[in-house]
């Protein structure tokens, strides 16, 4: 037995969890080998989907057309195994379009009517909403309390959504005309907002030849829906140290304009920092990424590494930090660098 494995059973840690971390560690790199079939690049913006998935929440891809986003994310469901929809938002997008509606259905032989509920797409595990802030507030909101609740009202029913369910949203940051931004209070459901970048020189002559040529292989299946709901179960159960509690209360208090813990530099560039939300997804977040490398304990630098996803969006520079081109990431990244890592956090 390794000293690794002994340490973490001393600390609490069953057989199951320690088993449960071992095989995610091999999951993940047979995953990205699967979308390797498919996606070139973008390691970072995959590792990113998981820890979410496996946090049981919800991230939205941000990135300009053509960087294959709609397909790494139906290509990703292949290899979780799971049932896939894809929701395109437009303007004319009804709630009832993504939800369901309730229609007159006749019983062939009694000939008696009753209503019967007719599911919308959002009944599937991996929902992938296409340009969310394309479609109006109300079917905005509609999906947001869908994500939420993990429930549809239609008729005063409740009909209670897929297990696991996650919603991965798109959102195009070049094009504003014509779309409803989504307000702070409803961008605050997204766990992460992740960036999805150009591909470097050499990956980019790598897509070329990849699309140019011959059929990819079909990725295979990696993980199934129960697996996925035991190591959700084994991120919660994660200890984490107090010192890694207080680095991420500290991350999040120090956004804060109002309150004495916050930087100056923050007063300076932030209108609003984050909320409690922000260091519960830290602290999940941190979570998860540890089990992902395999690791048996919670590290600060694994909430350092999550944290510019979870603030890109629950921080909002100010016309000052605008007016000097600094970013919710370059403001990010100034935190990361000025609170220390260590087990004095006052």
């Given at each position: 037995m390794s000293t690794a494995i002994h340490n973490e059973r001393a600390a609490g840690i069953?057989?199951?969890?320690?088993?449960?971390?071992?095989?995610?560690?091999?999951?993940?790199?047979?995953?990205?080998?699967?979308?390797?079939?498919?996606?070139?690049?973008?390691?970072?913006?995959?590792?990113?989907?998981?820890?979410?998935?496996?946090?049981?929440?919800?991230?939205?891809?941000?990135?300009?057309?053509?960087l294959a986003k709609t397909l790494m994310i139906s290509t990703l469901a292949q290899t979780l195994q799971l049932a896939f929809k894809r929701i395109q938002f437009t303007p004319d997008l009804m709630p009832s379009d993504i939800t369901g509606t309730e229609v007159i259905y006749q019983d062939p032989a009694t000939h008696e009517r009753q209503f019967k509920f007719l599911k919308g797409p959002i009944f599937a595990n991996i929902i992938l909403a296409d340009e969310i802030n394309r479609t109006p507030p109300k079917t905005q909101a509609a999906m947001l309390e869908a994500m939420q609740e993990r429930k549809v009202t239609v008729g005063g029913v409740d009909h209670k959504l897929p297990d696991p369910f996650f919603v991965l949203a798109t959102q195009n940051p070049i094009e504003q005309e014509g779309t409803y931004p989504l307000p702070e209070a409803q961008l605050d459901r997204f766990m992460f907002m992740?960036?999805?970048?150009?591909?470097?020189?050499?990956?980019?002559?790598?897509?070329?030849?990849?699309?140019?040529?011959?059929?990819?292989?079909?990725?295979?299946?990696?993980?199934?829906?129960?697996?996925?709901?035991t190591l959700q179960a084994t991120v919660k159960r994660m200890p984490v140290a107090d010192h890694v509690y207080?680095?991420?209360?500290?991350?999040?208090?120090?956004?804060?304009?109002?309150?004495?813990?916050?930087?100056?530099?923050?007063?300076?560039?932030?209108?609003?920092?984050?909320?409690?939300?922000?260091?519960?997804?830290?602290?999940?977040?941190?979570k998860a990424r540890a089990i992902l490398n395999g690791q048996f304990h919670v590290s600060c630098e694994d909430v350092a590494a999550v944290a510019p996803p979870i603030f890109r969006h629950r921080i909002i520079p100010n016309f000052a930090a605008q007016s000097e081109g600094v970013?919710?990431?370059?403001?990010?990244?100034?935190?990361?660098?000025?609170?220390?890592?260590d087990r004095k956090l006052d």
């Open positions: 069953d057989d199951a969890d320690i088993q449960a971390v071992q095989n995610l560690r091999t999951a993940r790199a047979t995953i990205k080998a699967e979308l390797a079939k498919v996606i070139v690049g973008q390691e970072q913006v995959i590792d990113e989907i998981l820890i979410a998935i496996f946090c049981r929440s919800h991230a939205l891809l941000v990135g300009v057309p053509g992740i960036q999805v970048d150009y591909p470097s020189a050499a990956e980019e002559r790598a897509i070329m030849k990849m699309a140019s040529g011959a059929g990819a292989d079909r990725p295979q299946a990696v993980l199934t829906g129960e697996d996925i709901l207080a680095y991420a209360e500290k991350l999040t208090r120090v956004t804060r304009i109002k309150t004495p813990e916050a930087l100056d530099f923050c007063r300076k560039w932030l209108t609003w920092g984050a909320g409690p939300r922000a260091s519960i997804n830290l602290i999940l977040g941190a970013s919710a990431d370059d403001i990010t990244r100034k935190i990361l660098a000025t609170i220390p890592m």
